[in-house]
């Protein structure tokens, strides 16, 4: 009885050992798979890596002459992305501000419930609303012809990516001890001179971790600019272009392209592309809360 | 002027302060306020074709009329298959995290990759599971693979959670038990886990949310536009067959289904969002019922 007891401890244990380990084995899968579907790219002539990274002409189906370049779809991830955060940052950091530092208790567990919605609407229905409504007001309200483009995209993405920015940054002004609060209110610093001189600096890691993490679900974002951003892939001049982001474009190509063709290939080195940068981005965040936690 | 009447100095102070707390509320209701506004939109342009009828019937001439119920059938079988999957692995690693590692390089190589999996985009989650899954494994297109993709990508949210709530269990609670003579699996099982039930299931519920709107991993693996399946039956399809899904019947509806009546797509979207609050909002009572738990 005692034995069975021992070996069923030993097995339990080492089940959950497995279970800890296995968010690094799925991390190391699908950089090994997507990297898998990708390799024989590497053996094919007709597919050049400058050709790919540095070309803006991607005609994967021509009959006469193929082109894998996807400059123009990096070019629309990074202009989506960058003017999602110059409108999600600022808002996001105050929004964090006033839940944090001067909202009254009460209201604040409704606020944050109503955040903690926001972020849970589905990518797909944040799509349909820019098909349906944003588009609609851009029409009306500026001189583009079209709704979906840059712009569209980019206000659906600020809105998604604001509920993560908010709660994250909200986080790290609570990690500033209140000490230096009231060494601050003591010195007689208004409410506005205390935000910006002392709780800012001191907690200036971890918001910049809010803003990297932000950043890094703005650029993997699929569903809603495949939706709304339009699909012309050249490199935007003005925020009414239509842009394709890299995601976009594996989400509307890939159930074309015939598996383990060298379309289907190329749409799989795209991921290993986004993987790369959104890991880089992640680490570079994880990296800096880990600062942060160890003084 | 009154002896207590404020100085200039302070009046200047006060409205500073006042501008900043105005400006700052302002910035957050930009946030909320899109937030009304779409879901007011939504309900007022679905309105027309929201009833019963719409959710338990099977959509028709070529989904430009009829339901969801297919598709709503499909989400809760990739929920139900994506959760039983993620939900005791994600939990077991909160477990390690919290009650095994010690921190050596590669616990916090863990750390990094869940936070990592957590940023994965959806499409490069889709990837893998067409690379691994319908192709490696040979699962092919089917219910299997695409729920086995969502609960890779769901798994963060649990073992995120989960470890909050492992954390909160005070030490002091294991140290009693250890100094009984029970072993460490023995104190996790009888002590530590029945303190976090609460926790663990909000962190739960949170993931079956985040898994019925995904679209893009469920895309490429085993979701299709449309499959009739009997009217009124509880368990139509078998994993080895596609289903359809409310999110992808969405996608669908709203950019490849041409001269269909916005309040269809509009209609679905509702459902989607409304099932998505509801789980959400079980999570947030599971929550606050903890907390004034906690509080007596």
Redesign the interface.
Known sequence: MRRWHQLS?VA??A???L??????I??L??FV??C??AWPLWHNDAFHLSEFLFSIQWYPTSAVSKHYGVLAMIAGTFSVTLLAMTMAV???L??A???G??CPSRPREI?K??????A??????W???G???TSRLIVRYTSADVGVNLLNGALLLA?MS?PII?SLAEDALRAVPDEYREAALALGA????L?WRVLLPAARHGLVAAVL?GF??A?????AVL?ATGHAIHLPTSVFDPVRTL?AN??AE??EAP?KSTHYQV??LT?VL??LV??A???T??LII?RERRP | MSRFAATPQTRTKLRQESAAAGLFLAMLLCLLLPLFAMIADLLWQAAPALNWQFLISSPTHGMRQGGVWPALVGTLYLVTLSLAVAAPMGVLAAVYLTEYARDTWYNRAINMAVLNLAGVPSIVHALFGLGAFVYAAQFGFSILSASLTLAIMTMPVIIASSRQALLSVPHSFREACWNLGASRWQTIRAIVLPNAVGGILTGIILQVSRAAGETAPIMFTGAVFYKAIAPGTLLPYSLDEQCMALSMHLYTLSTQTPGVDPSIPNATAVVLLALVFLVNAAAIVLRTLIRARGRR
């Open positions: 401890e339990i244990e089940l959950i050992r279970c800890g380990f296995s968010a690094t799925f991390v899968g699908i798979f997507v898998r579907e600022p808002l996001g105050g929004a501000i006033y839940l530092e001067f606020l419930v109503l955040v903690e919605m926001l849970a609407i589905p990518s797909v229905v799509g349909f609303a098909l349906t409504i809105l604001l908010v208004t409410r506005w001179q935000t993490l890094g679900r650029i993997g974002e699929t569903m939706m995601t594996i989400a890939l159930g598996a749409l799989f991921g986004l993987f959104t890991f981005v992640n680490l965040a994880g880990r």
